[in-house]
């Protein structure tokens, strides 16, 4: 289905991201890799495609691209905890644990800020909010 949504829709970003999910869930982290990238190009303020990307990245053990990934999108949205939780998990996997526990106690700062908006929903953005970025519609 979502293979047919990216050639039906070309520029936008969402049925990629979604065909990643299904990627990884097969256990496929090159091919989830190569659509998460394809979600960022299209739409590079889509959090999720981002966060996927980052998180695919370190279950391939790329720790340091996986890094640069989740910095970038913790620059893009500095209050998104997620971002921070799997930059917290690059550094425990690359056995960085004195800069995990920092990021980690970062994640529950920013957990604890009532107005932060840091429950993930199931589509990846804040609870209540869709997903920053255009992935909710095609661009023409």
Do not use: M
Not at 4 to 9: D, G, K
């Amino acid at each position: 289905f979502y293979k047919r949504a990216t050639q039906l829709a070309p520029g936008w970003a969402l049925p990629h991201h979604r065909l990643g999910l299904q990627f990884c869930a097969r256990g496929k982290a090159k091919d989830a890799q190569r659509e998460f990238n394809a979600a960022k190009d299209l739409d590079p303020a889509f959090l999720p495609a981002r966060w996927w990307l980052a998180h695919s990245l370190c279950e391939q053990d790329r720790y340091a691209e996986a890094e640069r990934e989740a910095k970038e999108l913790i620059a893009l949205a500095p209050n998104y905890v997620a971002a921070y939780a799997v930059l917290g998990r690059i550094y425990q996997a690359s056995r960085r644990f004195e800069e995990a526990t920092e990021i980690f106690n970062k994640v529950l700062q920013l957990s604890t800020l009532p107005a932060a908006g840091n429950a993930a929903g199931s589509n990846g953005a804040p609870a209540g909010q869709q997903p920053q970025g255009q992935a909710s519609s095609p661009k023409q």
